[in-house]
Nanobody
């Protein structure tokens, strides 16, 4: 059974940091490109960051460049998103996604709330 389980979300003050984790099971994780998306209330889901299967290439949304780092550990079937200098506009549900050709897997999401 394919599973992507996110964790690490929570309430954080503006300027703070969080590290999100997504643990995968049930598929060949190391073959998949992985991404983090987020969806704020009333808005469409948007790409935050992506990383290739071996981790050699990473891309970021302009809104998080310089504040976010995506990484993966293929020995642990885990992808991470480190977010620093968090802003209220970063408040959203964060989802991880696995992609290989036409195979797409989504996690259930973890809530990140940035508020004082």
């Amino acid at each position: 059974q394919v599973q992507l389980v996110e964790s690490g979300g929570g309430l954080v003050q503006p300027g703070g940091s969080l590290r999100l984790s997504c643990v995968a099971s049930g598929f060949n994780f190391r073959a998949y490109a992985m991404s983090w998306y987020r969806q704020a209330p009333g808005k469409e889901r948007e790409l935050v960051a992506s990383i290739t299967s071996a981790g050699g290439s990473r891309n970021y949304a302009d809104s998080v460049k310089g504040r976010a780092t995506i990484s993966r550990d293929n020995t642990k079937n885990t992808v991470y998103l480190q977010m620093n200098s968090l802003k209220p506009e970063d408040t959203a549900v964060y989802y991880c996604k696995g992609l290989l050709g036409t195979a797409i897997y989504w996690g259930q999401g973890t809530q990140v709330t940035v508020s004082s």
